[in-house]
């Protein structure tokens, strides 16, 4: 188990919320949440798409704190659509990361694709930073994503759940491999003294 405060954000996935955030955002947004966060040297300059640790996971999750703050009630929403941007970002960018280049999902039952790339993603994050400890659930007919060094709530404590970036993102990779909207429901949340993140894939909604 790595401490909380020797945990890190590789460069690659700090690059990735920052481009996504600034699309769902814009420019003034995310400067503004970066100067709240003390990740100033972030402005106008992204950090290179590399490996290297680039904040300490506190850092990221201060970072959707302060969205949270600064949008009000809007904020789940918001941080929804970062999310959804990032796996885009990440989809377009770095496809040979998440294993899916050329991926012959057509090939799949839907259940399967969805196994696929939520187990891509697993992987994905596994290889950029070996601190991660995430695995994906197929029991009793319903499918999860379960992170225990979920970094959107690292060193946070909260009543409810507050995970809403990576429900946006799990959300797009089950769209994109499935090709329907799903609703995904955050059932565990470490900020609310849970062992891990559970994000359970829940019934399709009708589009
Ligand atoms: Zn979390």
């Avoid at 680039?54 to 009000?72: C, S, T, W």
Wanted: glycine share 8%; aromatic share 8%.
């Amino acid at each position: 188990m790595v401490d909380a405060q020797e945990a890190v954000i590789v460069n690659a996935l700090v690059r990735q919320f920052l481009v996504a955030a600034q699309e769902v955002m814009g420019a003034n947004g995310i400067n503004s949440v970066l100067r709240t966060s003390h990740l100033e040297r972030f402005i106008g300059n992204l950090p290179p798409d590399d490996l290297n640790p680039g904040v300490k996971a506190v850092e990221y999750a201060r970072m959707n704190e302060a969205i949270e703050a600064f949008y009000g009630r809007g904020a789940r929403g918001m941080l929804r659509r970062i999310g959804r941007a990032s796996f885009q970002y990440a989809i377009r960018e770095q496809p040979a990361l998440m294993g899916l280049a050329g991926a012959a999902l057509r090939l799949l039952p839907q259940r399967q694709r969805i196994l696929f790339v939520l187990n891509n993603m697993v992987g994905a994050l596994k290889k950029t930073n070996a601190q991660v400890d995430a695995w994906v659930e197929d029991k009793d007919g319903s499918i999860a994503f379960i992170e225990r060094t979920c970094a959107i709530c690292m060193g946070r404590k909260s009543i409810q759940p507050t995970c809403y970036l990576y429900i946006g993102s799990i959300g797009e990779a089950v769209r994109w491999a499935s090709g329907q909207d799903y609703d995904i429901r955050e059932t565990h949340c470490i900020a609310k003294g849970d062992p891990y993140c559970r994000f359970e894939i829940g019934e399709q909604i009708s589009m």
